[in-house]
């Protein structure tokens, strides 16, 4: 699979895309690799300043929701692979605004299905269009019981359902013209560059500057969560090895209620900045709940195990610790992407 090395890798500015262009620009300095990202609120070039003046490492600025531009653009460039992780990806935007999920998650994904197929019709057999989801596409669970890959599909939120119906139209493409793809659904990440929308950097940057932590409902939905690099080396090991036309769950069977998240962040972070214990736990405030609030997600990942060999390779404590070093060593990153219209954002969530 995916036998030539111009790769376009969409949202590589974001936080699981700039781990992923940064692993496939080191580790395969012979592949040229285009990062294609509209740099929205949630991408960002600093992630990616380390790489940036490799010459295996380009930047195209551009919006895939904008058609003629995506047709040109593959065009141009002659991609013979396509890593698709540009989105709208937080859930409670979703809520606010549903539109723009359409228009990015399932525009966006045909404007991109419809570029591949046109450049690659003639032949189809050297290409790959691999398309990175969630987990949250399986709806939720309760007490029991795992995602798997044959798990079908019960989207719950504005997010979810547009990243299923992306899922679908890959599929559709698959059986209908033949276009080689391969998704992947994965569980919740966190580590570096995760923007601090999310709970675990929005915590972090909330317990650094004394500001309530607001933990929506009693704080028992549970998520299984995976370091970032895990899944970039997940998403490298089923692009070089998946079999085409299947699809790979993604996870570290890890599962923690957002309640005892917060605790643990709260307990490393007061070491961390030598603060007494049980400090910032004071900070914990229940807040209204999320609306239509998946209770739990669990991935059950054996299948990428088994059949391509692929392991997580950190601890949660040791992935917290990493992440909470990297937050309070790149101020600078937190205190840029947290200013100007995050504070709007921030005051509109949360008041
Ligand atoms: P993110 O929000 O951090 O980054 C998204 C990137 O896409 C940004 O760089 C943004 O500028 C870019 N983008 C958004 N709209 C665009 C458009 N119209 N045209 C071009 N670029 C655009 O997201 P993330 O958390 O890194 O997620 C990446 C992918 O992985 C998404 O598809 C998401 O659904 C999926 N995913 C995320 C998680 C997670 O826990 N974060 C888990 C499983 C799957
Ligand atoms: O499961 C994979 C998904 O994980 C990805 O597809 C999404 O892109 C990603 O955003 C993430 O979705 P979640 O909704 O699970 O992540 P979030 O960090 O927004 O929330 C995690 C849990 O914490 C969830 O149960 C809601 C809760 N939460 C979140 C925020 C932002 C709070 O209690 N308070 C908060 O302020």
Not at 90 to 110: L, Q, Y
Not at 186 to 208: Q, T, V
């Amino acid at each position: 699979m995916a036998a030539n090395k111009k790769i376009l890798i969409t949202g590589g500015a974001g936080f699981i895309g700039s781990h992923v262009v940064r692993l496939f620009v080191t580790k395969y300095p012979d592949y040229q690799i285009y990062n294609l990202d509209a740099l929205t609120y949630a991408g960002n070039l600093e992630n990616l300043k380390d790489i940036e003046e490799q010459d295996n490492y380009h930047f195209v600025k551009g919006d895939i929701t904008d058609e003629a531009a995506m047709t040109e653009l593959f065009q141009e460039i002659k991609p013979d692979s396509v890593l698709h992780l540009a989105a709208e990806s937080h859930v409670d935007r979703s809520i606010k605004d549903p539109m723009a999920f359409i228009r990015t998650n399932v525009m966006g994904t045909v404007n991109l299905l419809n570029a591949a197929k046109e450049l690659w019709k003639e032949d189809m057999d050297n290409h790959l269009f691999y398309h990175i989801s969630t987990d949250e596409v399986y709806g939720s669970l309760d007490d029991g019981g795992y995602f798997l890959e044959t798990t079908s599909y019960d989207p719950k939120s504005p997010y979810s359902a547009s990243k299923a119906s992306s899922d679908h139209f890959v599929r559709a493409y698959r059986n209908t013209y033949g276009l080689p793809v391969v998704i992947s659904n994965c569980s919740n990440n966190y580590g570096p560059n995760h923007f601090p929308e999310k709970l675990i950097p929005l915590c972090i940057n909330n317990i650094k500057h004394n500001k309530p932590l607001p933990i929506y409902g009693k704080g028992e939905n549970v998520r299984d969560w995976l370091y970032v690099e895990d899944h970039a080396r997940a998403i490298d090991t089923i692009f070089h090895q998946g079999k085409v036309g299947e699809t790979y769950n993604i996870g570290g069977f890890n599962e923690w209620k957002n309640i005892d998240i917060v605790r643990l962040l709260c307990q490393v972070m007061d070491k961390k900045l030598d603060r007494a214990e049980g400090t910032s736990e004071k900070l914990i405030t229940f807040v209204t709940d999320r609306a239509g609030h998946d209770l739990r997600y669990a991935i059950d990942a054996h299948k990428l195990m088994n059949e391509l060999g692929w392991e997580p390779s950190l601890q949660f404590e040791e992935g917290i610790e990493k992440t909470v070093d990297w937050y309070l060593t790149n101020e600078d990153w937190l205190d840029n992407v947290t200013s100007g219209n995050y504070q709007k954002y921030y005051t509109g969530q949360y008041g």
